[in-house]
């Protein structure tokens, strides 16, 4: 059974960094593409970035181009996010998903595996 994991998040002054992780039990993350989502308190989920399979391919919405980067380590099963230059309006619940491929900054999910997700908070 598919399980996703993020961590990394926490409280953080603005202007500072934060690195998300996204671990995956029970699947292999390396055949498909992931995207990384962020929920902002009373708003729709929305995608952050997206790497392809090889993560020779990162996308970013614009409001984070920049200042965050995406990344995969296929041989740990994991992916990343490093957000630097957080800002307040960055807080929010940041998942991942895999995804069969990348629109842009969104990735195409392979189904509802929503995990906890990880709570980042950016004080002004």
């Known amino acids: 059974q598919l399980q996703l994991v993020e961590s990394g998040g926490g409280l953080v002054q603005s202007g500072g960094s934060l690195r998300l992780s996204c671990g995956a039990s029970?699947?292999?993350?390396?055949?498909?593409?992931i995207g990384w989502f962020r929920q902002l308190p009373g708003k729709e989920r929305e995608g952050v970035s997206c790497?392809?399979?090889?993560?020779?391919?990162?996308n970013y919405a614009d409001s984070v181009k920049g200042r965050f980067t995406i990344s995969r380590d296929n041989a740990k099963n994991t992916a990343y996010l490093q957000m630097n230059s957080l800002k307040p309006e960055d807080t929010a619940v940041y998942y991942c998903?895999?995804?069969?491929?990348?629109?842009?900054?969104?990735?195409?999910?392979?189904?509802?595996?929503w995990g906890q997700g990880t709570q980042v908070t950016v004080s002004s």
């Open positions: 998903q895999p995804g069969y491929f990348c629109s842009g900054s969104v990735a195409a999910t392979i189904g509802d595996y």
């Open positions: 029970g699947f292999t993350l390396d055949g498909y593409a």
């Open positions: 790497i392809s399979r090889g993560g020779g391919n990162t």
